[in-house]
């Protein structure tokens, strides 16, 4: 038998509700905050990745799904293609490409699957499903302001409530800019320089290429060691402090609750100042629901303009599976199921049911075949509300019994009544 790959998965029903719930309701949010949608290919040049979200990460290191695309024919070069990792490179590559920052602060949102090759467990996959969002624009246009930075977390808050998620922690750092960063990078290798020959090969190696990085360990027997060394939040500068202040400060005013994490570094290498991530206490070990921040040198390092940014990726399998911890409506069965009972039915329930839909119902037909058992049956296991029964007594009177699966209660309505009364409850 063949099976799907490693790390990859149907999406299946009932669930596929969930996803298009979610997605729906998204899209609803993100209207509200006048965002636009923007979908580039799933695929880019692997030199993308490489610069954009930097060579020593674990995501362009180790977990890329790359290969040499040959030309096929001398006038179409070769070159190394990647599956995106994830898509925030990809949507300021299109931002410089067709520049968008002329036409002003760009806020752009995408819905798509991105591609890792990780270990695969529980809410972690190889082909696994974003929904991000970036600001981006000149300076200007207000694209550097820290009211950019809390208007993304309250949009962030907004959008976990309408999806019916709670329960959620917003772990807030800042890492300050290029420069402070580097004197960051500068005392690690100093503080590691005494204790690295006791941590695993990856930090030895990242002690020396981008110590930032040793952040990222998880390694069991590394993390004493990390604990003693020294936070980002010492070395920030004066403006990045202020900043930080002023996304805090909004924050306070609109009420959007966080916690302050002195270790949060994020796993890409394009972050400045804000950092943020969302954790969620039924996901068990992969809890991040949701990362992002601020990438103010990102477009520049793509060779574009300077393009100061913002934004996040939200892992809709974790969000998915933090969704069916609640008893989300999303998944509820149809308001009806029709049971057609004798000679001609199927023909009077069809156009029964063409009625009710019109009013926005959600309808199942059954089939006169069926005997009324089986009807029942079907009706309970795919979690109607309520079963119809139409037989040639009920549409010569035009009236038809309703019966709510739930109480058993039984009643008889008349067709123009049938819609409203479904609908009570
Ligand atoms: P990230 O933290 O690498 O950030 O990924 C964001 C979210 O994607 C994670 O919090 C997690 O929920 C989900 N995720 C990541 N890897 C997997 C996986 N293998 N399986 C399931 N879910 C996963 C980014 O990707 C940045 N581009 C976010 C961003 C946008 N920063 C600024 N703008």
Redesign the pocket.
């Known amino acids: 038998m063949i099976k799907s790959p490693r790390g990859t998965r149907d999406l299946l029903p009932p669930d596929t509700a969930l996803w298009n719930f979610v997605e729906a309701t998204v899209r609803d949010v993100f209207r509200a905050y006048n965002f636009h949608e923007i979908r580039t290919p799933i695929f880019e040049s692997t030199e993308l990745f490489a610069r954009g979200v930097g060579e020593e990460t674990d995501?362009v290191s180790k977990e890329m799904f790359t290969w040499e695309d040959r030309g096929r024919a001398e006038s179409d070069k070769g070159q190394s293609l990647t599956l995106r990792p994830?898509?925030?490179a990809g949507v300021v590559r299109a931002y410089i490409e067709h520049r968008l920052g002329e036409r002003g602060l760009n806020k752009l949102f995408y819905i798509g699957p991105?591609f890792?090759r990780?270990r695969p467990q529980k809410?972690?996959?190889?082909q696994?499903y974003?929904i991000?969002a970036?600001v981006i624009g000149p300076p200007a246009a207000g694209s550097e302001s820290p009211a950019r930075d809390a208007e993304i977390l309250e949009l962030l808050a907004t959008l976990l409530d309408r999806i019916g998620i709670t329960n959620w922690t917003l772990e807030l750092n800042s890492i300050g800019s290029v420069a402070d960063r580097a004197r960051f990078s500068e005392a690690l290798r100093e503080a590691l320089e005494p204790v690295v020959n006791n941590m695993c090969a990856d930090c030895q190696r990242r002690a020396v290429t981008n110590p930032l990085r040793v952040f990222d360990c998880k390694v069991p027997e590394d993390q004493p060691i990390i604990k003693t060394l020294p936070t980002i939040s010492e070395f920030i500068d004066d403006e990045s402090r202020q900043k930080f202040a002023d996304v805090r400060a909004i924050l306070d005013a609109v009420g959007v609750p966080y916690v302050l994490n002195p270790r949060l570094v994020?796993?890409?290498d394009y972050?400045t100042r804000t950092t943020f991530?969302f954790t969620h206490g039924a996901l068990g070990s992969?809890n991040?629901?949701?990362?992002?921040?601020r990438?103010d040198g990102l477009s520049e390092l793509l060779g574009g303009p300077k393009a100061p940014g913002?934004?996040?990726?939200?892992?809709e399998?974790?969000l998915i599976m933090a969704l069916q911890e609640t008893n989300s409506p999303a998944l509820k069965g149809p308001d009806a199921y029709i049971a057609p009972l004798g000679e001609g039915m199927n023909l009077e329930a069809a156009k029964l049911a063409r009625e009710l839909r019109r009013q926005n119902l959600v309808i199942e037909l059954g089939d006169r075949n069926f005997k009324l058992k089986k009807s029942f049956e079907a009706a309970d296991k795919m979690g109607a509300r309520y079963i119809l029964i139409l037989g040639e007594n009920e549409v010569a009177a035009n009236a038809f019994a309703l019966k709510h699966l739930a109480s058993g209660e039984q009643v008889t309505v008349p067709r123009a009544e049938l819609a409203n009364r479904i609908l009570q409850k």
């Not at 809410?123 to 190889?126: D, F, N, S, V």
């Not at 991040?288 to 921040?293: N, Q, R, S, Y």
């Not at 913002?310 to 892992?315: C, D, E, K, L, P």
């Open positions: 995501v994830e898509n925030t991105q890792r990780e809410g972690r996959y190889r696994f974003q991000g970036e994020r796993g890409l972050y991530e992969q991040a629901i949701l990362g992002g921040g990438y913002i934004g996040f990726a939200i892992g399998d974790r």
